[in-house]
């Protein structure tokens, strides 16, 4: 079983950067899809960004152009750089992998490990 610990939230100012850090142990595997969700107060949970075991990438129009996420297989990691961060980036963050999944998957249920989040608040 896979386990997911994110780290790097915090709280910043509007216009800030972050870099948020999901470590995996456990039985891992280089083939999960991975990505990143966030949920805001009183909101569903949304994909943030995903990335395929290959490395194609996708993003939430949201933070295109804002946001990018990576893979380090060697070292069971996976990012999510974030720039221009805006108010409205305010969020849990939520790491998630796919055992099911080598291809970008951007639906919760596809998604079958959990990280336990980490909070990033932006200050206008």
């Known amino acids: 079983q896979v386990q997911l610990v994110e780290s790097g939230g915090g709280l910043v100012q509007a216009g800030d950067s972050l870099r948020l850090s999901c470590a995996a142990s456990?039985?891992?595997?280089?083939?999960?899809?991975m990505g990143w969700f966030r949920q805001a107060p009183g909101k569903g949970r949304e994909v943030v960004a995903a990335?395929?075991?290959?490395?194609?990438?996708y993003y939430a129009d949201s933070v295109k152009g804002r946001v990018t996420i990576s893979r380090d297989n060697a070292k069971n990691m996976v990012y999510l750089q974030m720039n221009s961060l805006k108010p409205e980036d305010t969020a849990v963050y939520y790491c998630?992998?796919?055992?099911?999944?080598?291809?970008?998957?951007?639906?919760?249920?596809?998604?079958?490990?959990w990280g336990q989040g980490t909070q990033v608040t932006v200050s206008s």
């Open positions: 998630a992998a796919s055992s099911r999944y080598t291809t970008v998957v951007l639906t919760t249920p596809a998604y079958d490990v």
């Open positions: 456990g039985r891992t595997s280089n083939s999960y899809a």
């Open positions: 990335i395929s075991s290959r490395g194609t990438t």
